[in-house]
C-alpha cells in the first residue's frame, strides 16, 4: 500500500463517482478504478459498494476513510514541519556559551531569534571551550558562543569573530586599585591573581601568559571553576582577576573592573560551528548574534 492509494481511495470516497474523482485527481478512469481494486484486494475488504453511476462507502469502508484521512492529514503535517525545519523555522537548536564572554551578546541575539524563529527552542549549555569544542565536533552542539580558541582546537570547526572586548583588571570596591588613577599590567605586580580553573579552562592560562610578554607571567594564587565563584572571591578582597569588558555587566556593582591601561591585545569573542554542516536554524541563530554584535 501506498500514498496514492489512500489519496485515490479519499477522491472516490468523497465524490462518489469514480469518473469525477480520476479528474480530480488528474488520472484515468480505467487506472483510478484498478487502484481501488488492488487497495481492496490488499486489505481482503470491500470498501464500495458499486451501482450504475455512484460508489457507496461500505460500512468498513466509512471507517478505513476516517482512518485513511488522519495518515493523510497526518503525513501533509510531516511535510509542513520537515520543510519549516529545513528553512530555520521551526527545530530545536543547542548552544554552548561562556557566561563571562558572553553576556553582552547573548540575550540581545536571543531576543532577535524569538521575534524571527518563535517556533524554534534554543536550550543554552553553560559549557567550558573545551566542552563547548567536543559538543560542536559530536554534533551535541550547534553553534557556540566563545573566545577565540588556538588553530590546532579548531580542527573541523570554523570560528567567526563578532566582537572585541577590553581586557580589564577587577578587584573589590575597597581594593587600592579601585582608585588608582590609572591600571595597567605593570600595577599588577605582587598581586593575588585570581583565575579560572586550569583544567577546564586551559586556555585563559595560555592568554595570561600572552598577555605579559614581556613581563614576567603571574603566578596564579585561586582557581575557580566558574564565574560565580570568582566574583565571590574577588570581592572578598581576595586578590585581582583578568577579564575582558562586559564583566561588569555579569557581576554588577560588586566588583570595581578597570579598563588596562596601556591596553593589551583585545579578547576576541565569536561563533564556532562545524565545517560545512550547519543547519538552517542554526544560520539564522548566527545571523541574529551579528546583528547583536
Same mark, same amino acid.
Given at each position: 500500500?501506498?500514498?496514492?492509494?489512500?489519496?485515490?481511495?479519499?477522491?472516490?470516497?468523497?465524490?462518489?463517482?469514480?469518473?469525477?474523482?480520476?479528474?480530480?485527481?488528474?488520472?484515468?478512469?480505467?487506472?483510478? &478504478?484498478?487502484?481501488? $481494486?488492488?487497495?481492496?484486494?490488499?486489505?481482503? =475488504?470491500?470498501? @464500495?459498494?458499486?451501482? +450504475?453511476? *455512484?460508489? !457507496?462507502?461500505?460500512?468498513?469502508?466509512?471507517?478505513?476513510?476516517?482512518?485513511?484521512?488522519?495518515?493523510?492529514?497526518?503525513?501533509?503535517?510531516?511535510?509542513?514541519?520537515?520543510?519549516?525545519?529545513?528553512?530555520?523555522?521551526?527545530?530545536?537548536?543547542?548552544?554552548?556559551?561562556?557566561?563571562?564572554?558572553?553576556?553582552?551578546?547573548?540575550?540581545?541575539?536571543?531576543?532577535?531569534?524569538?521575534?524571527?524563529?518563535?517556533?524554534?527552542?534554543?536550550?543554552?549549555?553553560?559549557?567550558?571551550?573545551?566542552?563547548?569544542?567536543?559538543?560542536?565536533?559530536?554534533?551535541?552542539?550547534?553553534?557556540?558562543?566563545?573566545?577565540?580558541? &588556538?588553530?590546532?582546537? $579548531?580542527?573541523?570547526?570554523?570560528?567567526?569573530? =563578532?566582537?572585541? @572586548?577590553?581586557?580589564? +583588571?577587577? *578587584?573589590? !570596591?575597597?581594593?587600592?586599585?579601585?582608585?588608582?588613577?590609572?591600571?595597567?599590567?605593570?600595577?599588577?605586580?605582587?598581586?593575588?591573581?585570581?583565575?579560572?580553573?586550569?583544567?577546564?579552562?586551559?586556555?585563559?592560562?595560555?592568554?595570561?601568559?600572552?598577555?605579559?610578554?614581556?613581563?614576567?607571567?603571574?603566578?596564579?594564587?585561586?582557581?575557580?571553576?566558574?564565574?560565580?565563584?570568582?566574583?565571590?572571591?574577588?570581592?572578598?578582597?581576595?586578590?585581582?582577576?583578568?577579564?575582558?569588558?562586559?564583566?561588569?555587566?555579569?557581576?554588577?556593582?560588586?566588583?570595581?573592573?578597570?579598563?588596562?591601561?596601556?591596553?593589551?591585545?583585545?579578547?576576541?569573542?565569536?561563533?564556532?560551528?562545524?565545517?560545512?554542516?550547519?543547519?538552517?536554524?542554526?544560520?539564522?541563530?548566527?545571523?541574529?548574534?551579528?546583528?547583536?554584535?
Amino acid at each position: 500500500m501506498e500514498l496514492r492509494h489512500l489519496r485515490y481511495f479519499v477522491a472516490v470516497a468523497e465524490e462518489e463517482n469514480v469518473t469525477r474523482a480520476a479528474a480530480r485527481l488528474r488520472v484515468s478512469q480505467p487506472s483510478l &478504478s484498478r487502484q481501488i $481494486l488492488d487497495l481492496e484486494e490488499e486489505l481482503q =475488504l470491500s470498501l @464500495f459498494e458499486h451501482n +450504475a453511476k *455512484t460508489v !457507496r462507502l461500505t460500512e468498513a469502508g466509512r471507517v478505513f476513510l476516517s482512518e485513511a484521512r488522519a495518515v493523510l492529514q497526518r503525513v501533509a503535517e510531516a511535510v509542513q514541519t520537515a520543510k519549516a525545519v529545513s528553512g530555520g523555522q521551526q527545530g530545536e537548536l543547542h548552544v554552548g556559551y561562556a557566561p563571562s564572554l558572553t553576556i553582552k551578546l547573548l540575550p540581545q541575539a536571543l531576543r532577535l531569534f524569538q521575534d524571527e524563529a518563535s517556533e524554534v527552542r534554543v536550550v543554552l549549555h553553560d559549557f567550558s571551550t573545551e566542552e563547548m569544542l567536543n559538543g560542536l565536533s559530536e554534533g551535541d552542539l550547534g553553534v557556540a558562543l566563545l573566545k577565540r580558541p &588556538s588553530d590546532k582546537s $579548531l580542527r573541523g570547526l570554523v570560528f567567526e569573530e =563578532l566582537k572585541r @572586548f577590553p581586557v580589564c +583588571a577587577a *578587584t573589590n !570596591r575597597t581594593h587600592r586599585l579601585a582608585r588608582a588613577r590609572k591600571v595597567g599590567l605593570h600595577s599588577l605586580t605582587g598581586e593575588r591573581i585570581i583565575g579560572y580553573s586550569r583544567s577546564e579552562y586551559p586556555e585563559y592560562h595560555e592568554w595570561l601568559a600572552s598577555l605579559f610578554v614581556p613581563l614576567a607571567p603571574p603566578a596564579i594564587a585561586e582557581e575557580h571553576d566558574s564565574s560565580t565563584s570568582l566574583i565571590a572571591a574577588v570581592e572578598a578582597g581576595r586578590g585581582v582577576a583578568l577579564i575582558q569588558k562586559g564583566f561588569e555587566n555579569l557581576a554588577g556593582p560588586r566588583l570595581k573592573v578597570r579598563v588596562l591601561d596601556p591596553a593589551p591585545e583585545p579578547v576576541v569573542v565569536g561563533v564556532a560551528c562545524r565545517k560545512g554542516k550547519i543547519s538552517a536554524v542554526a544560520e539564522r541563530f548566527i545571523a541574529a548574534l551579528k546583528r547583536s554584535a
